[in-house]
C-alpha cells in the first residue's frame, strides 16, 4: 500500500515509519524541509501548495497539527483547522480510499482534567466511552472534533473510508515515568500509548473495511479512564502494553 504521512517528523510519525516501511511504500510531508527523512516540505494551510501533492496514494495518515492542548486561537485555526480541511478535500482530489485521522483523548477530557489539559482528577472515578458525549478541554481539542467531523461529512459525502483514533499520550523515550513525581503522572498512567501498540493501531486502521470509525489508542493501562471494548470490537485493536509496568 502506497501511504502518506502528514508529519512525518513529529514523535508518533517517526514511530510509524520507522515499523511500517517494511511493509509499505511511505510518502512523508513535513512542514519544514528535511534532507534526512527525504520528505516533501509542504504548508498544509495553504490549499495551493497541497494540490496534487497526493497522486498516486492509496491512504493518508493525518497527524499534522499544532499539538499542544494549550495553543492559542491564530494556530489552531491555521494548522488544524484550514490544514486538515485542505488534507481532506486533496484526498478526495487524489482518489485516496482511507484517510486515518490522528484525533485526541482531551475530546472528552473535559470529564476528567484536574486543573489543567495535562492533570487527570482520580477521585472522579469516570470511566468513558466512545458513546458518552465529547467535552473539549482546548481549543486544540475542538479543532480536533472539527476533523472527526469532517470526516464524517467526507465519508458520507465521497465514500472515502474515515479512521479518527483517539490517542493518548505518546512519548519519544516510551518510557511514562518521565512524569513519575509531576501533576501530570495520573493523566500519564491513563492515557500512555507505547510504540508498539501505537503501530498496531494504526496498523489495523489501514485494514480496517469500514466507512467511518472512531476508536481510542491507548494502551492497555490498568488506571485507564477510556472503555476499549468497543474499540476492540470494531478495530480488532488488542494492546498489549500498560503503564504500571514501568511504575
Aim: aromatic share 10%; net charge negative.
Amino acid at each position: 500500500m502506497k501511504i502518506g504521512i502528514t508529519g512525518a517528523d513529529g514523535t508518533i510519525g517517526t514511530v510509524l515509519r520507522n515499523e511500517l516501511s517494511e511493509q509499505h511504500e511511505l510518502k512523508s510531508f513535513t512542514l519544514e524541509e528535511n534532507l534526512e527523512l527525504g520528505s516533501t516540505k509542504i504548508d498544509l494551510s495553504r490549499s495551493t501548495e497541497v494540490f496534487g501533492k497526493f497522486s498516486g496514494l492509496d491512504a493518508l495518515i493525518h497527524l499534522a497539527a499544532d499539538p499542544s492542548p494549550n495553543a492559542l486561537w491564530e494556530s489552531v485555526q491555521q494548522n488544524n483547522i484550514e490544514a486538515t480541511y485542505n488534507v481532506f478535500n486533496e484526498c478526495v482530489n487524489a482518489g485516496i480510499s482511507k484517510i486515518v485521522f490522528a484525533s485526541t483523548n482531551h475530546t472528552q477530557h473535559g470529564d476528567t482534567l484536574l486543573t489543567t489539559t495535562e492533570t487527570l482528577d482520580p477521585s472522579k472515578n469516570k470511566i468513558l466511552s466512545l458513546s458518552d458525549p465529547t467535552n473539549p478541554d482546548s481549543l486544540y481539542a475542538v479543532s480536533k472534533l472539527f476533523g472527526e467531523n469532517l470526516g464524517k461529512y467526507f465519508s458520507e459525502k465521497y465514500g472515502i473510508q474515515f479512521v479518527g483514533l483517539r490517542i493518548g499520550w505518546v512519548v519519544k523515550g516510551n518510557d511514562p515515568t518521565i512524569m513519575r513525581g509531576t501533576l501530570s503522572e495520573d493523566y500519564m498512567r491513563a492515557m500512555y500509548l507505547s510504540h508498539r501498540d501505537c503501530v498496531h493501531a494504526f496498523e489495523r486502521a489501514l485494514g480496517v473495511d469500514k466507512k467511518f470509525l472512531l476508536a481510542y489508542a491507548i494502551s492497555n493501562n490498568t488506571r485507564k479512564v477510556f472503555e476499549l471494548a468497543d474499540t476492540i470490537d470494531a478495530l480488532d485493536y488488542h494492546p498489549v502494553d500498560d503503564a504500571e509496568t514501568f511504575f
